[in-house]
């Protein structure tokens, strides 16, 4: 089973990087991990994805661990809008939502 | 600009009753999904569609149905709505196979009482 572990929340404060990890033990060699994030009231958005490369876009950076059973997403700069849960996803044969982490950024 | 929307935002249905919900996508992808979402739980898989007369079975389709005869639209149908369908209904699509990002509505909240 495709399975991710996220921690259930964090805190940040605004305009401070964060850096939201996921680990995914099971992860096979054509696995993509996804990361999408919900802002409340509203249907997922997607951030970013990656399979073995660091992956940079507008909006986050993907760092993957070198034997890809980890990967951290990182928010250069915080900001309240940022505020949301964000899912780490391992991409199989279809997309499996855990509980995600439950990110909150104080001013 | 192209975009996903869902039909009705906001449901009160009986149980027993059937009900269908519309999700539209203007993207012109082939690949359309639908979700559901418990209060503080992450999404889960009720059926996809990678095409015009393709469906299938996701993780919880038990009491779902859904067809595909263009590409624009993936209906769901509640063919006899229970309590324990109240949830948060999202639909989904993407580009072809691969690992694309699914661009999503905005949700209908259902509630069977």
């Known amino acids: 089973d495709a399975k991710t572990t996220q921690p259930n929340s964090m805190e940040s404060n605004e305009e401070e990087p964060v850096h939201l990890p996921c680990n995914h033990s099971t992860i096979s060699g054509t696995d993509y991990i996804h990361w999408y994030r919900q802002l409340p009231s509203q249907g997922p958005e997607y951030v970013i994805h990656g399979l073995t490369s660091n992956v940079n876009n507008r909006m986050a950076s993907l760092a993957i661990a070198e034997d890809r059973k980890s990967s951290t997403l990182i928010l250069h700069r915080a900001t309240l809008r940022d505020a949301a849960v964000y899912y780490c996803i391992q991409l199989r044969n279809d997309m499996r939502f855990g509980a995600g982490t439950r990110l909150t950024v104080k001013p | 600009d192209a975009e996903i929307t869902q039909s009705p935002r906001h449901k009160i249905t009986e149980t027993g009753r059937q009900v269908t919900l519309a999700c539209h996508q203007t993207w012109n992808h082939n690949n359309m999904f639908w979700y559901r979402q418990d209060l503080g739980h992450g999404l889960r898989l009720i059926h996809y569609s990678y095409g015009v007369q393709d469906t299938n079975k996701g993780e919880v389709s038990d009491g779902y149905s859904v067809s595909r005869s263009n590409t624009e639209d993936l209906p769901l149908t509640l063919e006899s709505a229970a309590s324990s369908q109240t949830s948060v209904y999202f639909c989904?699509?993407?580009?072809?196979?691969?690992?694309?990002?699914?661009?999503f509505g905005p949700g209908t909240r259902l509630t069977v009482t």
């Open positions: 989904a699509s993407s580009e072809s196979a691969g690992p694309h990002e699914q661009y």
